[in-house]
Structures are given as C-alpha cells and as structure tokens.
C-alpha cells in the first residue's frame, strides 16, 4: 500500500496520523483482512480532519475473535471496523446495539466508551444508499432489486433498501435457506424472497449486487442467463484493481453500468469515523485517489 494524500504509511497495514500525545488506536479485524483499503481510507481522513490516530489491521480467526477482540479493546484500542465473516459475531459480542445495527444483527463499527460500553453499529447500509444515490445518481424507489449472498453485508442493507420502497428484493444464495430465512426477517419491510441461484426466475432487474465472498477468490456465483437486461445496473461489493469476476460478467452481459465497492466502503467508513470521532469526513478527496487506484 503506497497511499497519496498526505497520510503516512508504517509496513504494510498501519496508517499513523502525526500529532501531539499519543495517537487514539483503530483498526479493521477480519480474515482474511489483508486486502482491506481501510487503513489507507481512515488515513486520508484522519489527515484531512487533523485527528491524531493511529489505524491498524488485525487477522483475527472466528475461533479467537472474542478473545482477541476484548483484549484489543483492554489494550486502548478506542473503535474497531469489522469485516468478514465476523459482523454477527460482532454483533453478539457488544453490549448495545445502534437500532440500524440491531435490525440487522450484523456489526460492522464498534466504539469504546470511556464506560466501557462498546457499541456496535451498522453502516454497510447507509454506505450503500450512499454510493448508489448520491455518487452513481441512482434512484431506488419502484426498482427491483436482485441480491446474491445472505451474509453480513446483506444483514446491513437490506433496511435501508427496502426503506427506498424498492418494488422488490430477491435474495439468491450458495445455502438458499440462509436466504429464505433473510427474507422472512426482513418481510416487514416490504417485498421480499429468498432462494437458491438457479431457482432465479428470469430478469431483467434493474440492480443486482453481488454480496458473496465469492469475488475475493476469483469465483463468480452460478448465474441464469436473462437476468440484465439494457438498462440493469450491476455492483460488485467486492474492490481491487479492474475486473472483478462478477463485473467482468456484467460487462459481457450488456449491463448499463458494471460498478465496484470503492463507494460503499469509503461512505461506510465516513460513518464510522463520524461515530468514533464525531466529525464526518469529506468522501469526494477519497474517493478521487482510490479511482487512481481502482
Ligand atoms: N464495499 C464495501 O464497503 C463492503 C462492505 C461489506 C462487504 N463487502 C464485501 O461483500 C462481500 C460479502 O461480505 P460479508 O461480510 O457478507 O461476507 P460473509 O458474511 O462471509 O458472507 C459471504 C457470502 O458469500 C457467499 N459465498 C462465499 N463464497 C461463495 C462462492 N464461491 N460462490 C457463491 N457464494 C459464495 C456465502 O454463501 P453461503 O451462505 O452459502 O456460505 C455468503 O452468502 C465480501 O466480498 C466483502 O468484501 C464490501
């Protein structure tokens, strides 16, 4: 990682902001967590809002995860961002839960309180809506959506999804009874189903957001043919430079726009920083230098 914009980078996984005192420490816990463009994000922020921070990555397994966590949290560690596969474990650890993070049951912020409360939040939602209306000017309301995966990141945007009064959601998945039972959790909100990848009637929808894993291993889920049509846009939540297999998909499926998860990772942590240090910070500078990179 070789971040532009003023940040200062130590090895491969530590942003420290220069300052007076020592620094406050964050970071981001997942596994794998080397791929994370975290550190680089909250640096570029903390420079530009002078908070003196250091933000770091930590591998930690779901076997340790509890463990390792409260040790962070006993060590001075003030917020931590939690990624794969750990938000409902997160989740289950805190002792209070934001209401968005509590509809979810999936965790990806979490702040100390000189009380020693931690407070688990959720911002993959609001980074999503985020990037779709406000960065890529999409409107939401009357559209259907398709969803692939049932993990933690759709636990998040689902709410905030259905609360745009879409006209439907489908959720597909690898285990269609983690869909079918998202889908019934969420059935209050508005329409909804679950099933498995090939029981995927046919489209067009006019978003499908690929929230598996299954990019990060160079995978594309098992796709019917049918589901883009002119003007579907497509949206990896996945990042890293060019194609990802799903937007290569997309872009030989004609879809009107093939986008990546740059956007949504930087506008939900805008909203993490804001919780932790109660500045929200400008998300344009970054995302400029990420397009550098993307
Ligand atoms: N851009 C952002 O800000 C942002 C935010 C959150 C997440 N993400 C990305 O979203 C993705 C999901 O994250 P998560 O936290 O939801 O992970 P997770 O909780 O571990 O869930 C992973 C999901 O991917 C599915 N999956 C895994 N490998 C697959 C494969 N080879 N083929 C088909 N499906 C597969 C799993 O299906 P099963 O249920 O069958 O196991 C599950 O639905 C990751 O790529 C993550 O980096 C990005």
Known sequence: MNPPGGSESVGQDTAVIPGEGTPDIYGVVGHPVSHSWSPFIHGMFATSTAQHLVYRRFDITPDDFRHDILQLFAGGVRGLNVTLPHKQAAAELVNELTPRAARAQAVNTIAYFEDTTLLGDNTDGVGLTNDLERNLKLTLEGKRVLILGAGGAVRGVL??????????????????????????????????????????????????????????????????????????????????????????????????????GWGMLVEQAAEAFLLWRGIRPHTQPVLDALAEHG
């Open 159 to 260: 709410g905030p999804l259905l609360e745009r009064e879409v006209r439907e959601v489908v959720i597909a998945n690898r285990t269609p009874s983690k869909a079918s039972s998202l889908a019934a959790e969420f059935a209050d909100l508005g329409s909804i189903s679950g099933c498995a990848f090939a029981e995927l009637d046919a489209g067009p929808y006019d978003l499908i957001l690929n929230a598996t894993s299954a990019s990060l291993h160079g995978d594309l889920p098992p796709l019917p043919e049918g589901l883009v049509g002119d003007s579907t846009v497509c949206y990896d939540m996945a990042y890293g430079r060019g194609h990802t297999p799903f937007t290569a998909w997309a872009t030989a499926q004609h879809a009107a726009r093939a986008c990546k």
